[in-house]
């Protein structure tokens, strides 16, 4: 019986959650996960490292690896074959430290709340 999955954590949702080239297709559109979003976003975006991303995250350096190999593969099938994007779902819970202990940044979830 596999591990049951350990919650990723994430900083905030995206303010945008669907992309689409002009005369692609919406059909079969491609779906990027909350975390994968979150890996890329840290990874490609913030210029951090795995080990640096699986510390904000809360998962294994080797998880981030996976999470972000697929998410790469996602947003190049979207972009090469003209398919929808959308940003959704996954196995997340947004981030709930005080602000001493937070390991985000300023624009965190739990910054903003306060």
Same mark, same amino acid.
């Given at each position: 019986?596999?591990?049951?999955?350990?919650?990723?954590?994430?900083?905030?949702?995206?303010?945008?959650?669907?992309?689409?080239?002009?005369?692609?297709?919406?059909?079969?559109?491609?779906? #990027?996960? #909350?975390?994968?979003?979150?890996?890329?976003?840290?990874?490609?975006?913030?210029?951090?490292?795995?080990?640096?991303?699986?510390?904000?995250?809360?998962?294994?350096?080797?998880?981030?690896?996976?999470?972000?190999?697929?998410?790469?593969?996602? #947003?190049?099938?979207?972009?090469?074959?003209?398919?929808? #994007?959308?940003?959704?779902?996954?196995?997340?819970?947004?981030?709930?430290?005080?602000?001493?202990?937070?390991?985000?940044?300023?624009?965190?979830?739990?910054?903003?709340?306060?």
């Amino acid at each position: 019986m596999p591990r049951p999955q350990r919650s990723r954590r994430i900083c905030r949702e995206p303010e945008y959650v669907a992309f689409h080239a002009e005369g692609g297709s919406r059909e079969n559109a491609v779906l #990027l996960s #909350l975390d994968e979003y979150e890996v890329l976003r840290l990874v490609d975006y913030e210029k951090l490292t795995h080990e640096q991303c699986a510390e904000r995250m809360d998962i294994s350096r080797t998880t981030v690896t996976e999470i972000c190999e697929s998410a790469r593969h996602k #947003l190049m099938e979207s972009l090469i074959t003209g398919r929808a #994007l959308y940003i959704m779902g996954g196995n997340v819970r947004l981030c709930e430290e005080s602000r001493e202990g937070c390991t985000c940044h300023k624009n965190c979830h739990c910054h903003r709340q306060k």
